[in-house]
């Protein structure tokens, strides 16, 4: 039987923008959550459609579903042992302010396959403002 971990899990929600400016927004997110804090179960989600606080909200129609928005919401997820999750958190604040990010603690059945290397263990950035 699997060990049981404590685990933190983040959500990243990025908000719309340009295309030219999403390919380097994105690709600012990756390098920074996959080799600087090296998390484990990252997940790109693209949206179909987002309303912002107080939006409309029009009823999607076959149309829709079809139709490619070329600058669709997008959702980043990952998952790792509480303290590397927490430091990537603190990071992507300070490198992506405009992104809402939620963050819960989970139980996971088994450690992540990789181990962290030294340069980005918890307390060596500092800290969330």
Same mark, same amino acid.
């Given at each position: 039987?699997?060990?049981e971990?404590t685990?933190t899990?983040?959500r990243?929600?990025?908000?719309?923008?340009?295309?030219s400016q999403?390919? !380097?927004?994105?690709q600012?997110?990756?390098?920074?959550?996959?080799? !600087?804090?090296?998390?484990?179960g990252?997940?790109?989600?693209?949206?179909k459609?987002g309303?912002?606080?107080g939006?409309?909200i !029009?009823?999607?129609?076959?149309?829709?579903?079809?139709?490619?928005d070329?600058d669709p919401p997008l959702?980043?997820?990952?998952f790792?042992?509480?303290?590397?999750a927490?430091?990537?958190?603190?990071?992507?604040?300070?490198?992506?302010?405009?992104?809402?990010?939620i963050?819960w603690?989970?139980t996971?059945?088994?450690?992540?396959?990789?181990?962290?290397?030294?340069?980005?263990k918890?307390? !060596?950035?500092r800290?969330?403002?």
């Open positions: 039987m699997a060990q971990i685990i899990a983040v990243i929600y990025v908000p719309p923008i340009s295309h999403r390919k !380097q927004q994105l600012t997110l990756l390098h920074l959550l996959r080799d !600087q804090a090296h998390v484990h990252l997940t790109v989600i693209e949206g459609r309303v912002e606080l939006g409309p !029009q009823p999607a129609t076959v149309g829709d579903v079809l139709r490619r070329p959702v980043i997820e990952f790792d042992e509480a303290a590397s927490d430091l990537a958190r603190r990071m992507l604040r300070e490198a992506l302010p405009e992104c809402r990010i963050w603690r989970a996971s059945d088994e450690a992540p396959s990789v181990t962290v290397p030294a340069t980005a918890a307390g !060596q950035h800290s969330e403002s």
